[in-house]
């Protein structure tokens, strides 16, 4: 059964960084899409950003040029480098995996961004 554990969440102030983790456990097909997806206060879950065995990086509109994904070489983690954080960026952080057809989630951390 794959598991994810993610880390790195937090309180962070405006203008700051966080680096968030995901390590992937159990057996994972090879091809395979890893990333990160967000759910701020009262809204619906959104794309951050996303990784494929490829190599090709993916992200959403609200944070290119902030953010950055990358992934360890083992293919089984995935980092996420958050910089010039702001308030919209407050909310829950899911880990996801999609490989054969199947989705899988992380149980969340929360990263607040304030003052």
């Known amino acids: 059964q794959v598991q994810l554990v993610e880390s790195g969440g937090g309180v962070v102030q405006p203008g700051g960084s966080l680096r968030l983790s995901c390590t992937a456990s159990?057996?994972?097909?090879?091809?395979?899409?890893m990333g990160w997806y967000r759910q701020p206060p009262g809204k619906q879950r959104e794309l951050v950003a996303t990784?494929?065995?490829?190599?090709?990086?993916t992200y959403g509109d609200a944070v290119k040029g902030r953010f950055s994904i990358s992934r360890d070489t083992d293919k089984k983690s995935v980092i996420l480098q958050m910089n010039s954080l702001g308030p919209e960026d407050t909310g829950v952080y899911y880990c996801?995996?999609?490989?054969?057809?199947?989705?899988?989630w992380g149980q969340g951390t929360q990263v607040t961004v304030s003052s």
């Open positions: 996801r995996l999609t490989e054969a057809g199947y989705t899988h």
């Open positions: 159990g057996r994972i097909y090879t091809i395979n899409i």
């Open positions: 990784h494929n065995t490829f190599g090709i990086a």
